[in-house]
């Protein structure tokens, strides 16, 4: 069973960058579409980026569109979001998710994942 683990959530000010990183156990991260997600308070989870298993696909939400990197290695089975110019809207909880599709496949549509993170709090604010 596919375990999935966020970590380098935190604190930053408007402005600044955080690398958020999604490591995944008891399987191996190749043969499968990683989605990126983010859930403020009192709204609904939304999907923010995706990247295909080959890595050559990947998708933004427009809000944070030449902001943020999505990127994976799966040598170390891992896949990271790095997030620059952050903007105290970026604040969220943010969950990474697995599914187990083609090689181009990408979508940051909530209901296409099956394997689910933790989450990690990241918080933006002055």
């Known amino acids: 069973q596919l375990q999935l683990v966020e970590s380098g959530g935190g604190f930053m000010q408007p402005g600044g960058s955080l690398r958020l990183s999604c490591a995944a156990s008891?399987?191996?991260?190749?043969?499968?579409?990683i989605g990126w997600f983010w859930q403020a308070p009192g709204k609904e989870r939304e999907g923010v980026s995706c990247i295909s298993r080959s890595g050559d696909v990947t998708r933004y939400a427009d809000s944070v569109k030449d902001r943020f990197t999505i990127s994976r290695d799966n040598a170390k089975n891992t896949v990271s979001l790095q997030m620059n110019t952050l903007k105290p809207e970026d604040a969220a909880v943010y969950y990474c998710?697995?599914?187990?599709?083609?090689?181009?496949?990408?979508?940051?549509?909530?209901?296409?994942?099956?394997?689910w993170g933790q989450g990690t709090q990241v918080t933006v604010s002055s």
């Open positions: 998710a697995a599914v187990p599709r083609s090689l181009l496949f990408c979508s940051m549509v909530e209901a296409s994942y099956d394997h």
């Open positions: 008891a399987a191996t991260l190749d043969r499968y579409t």
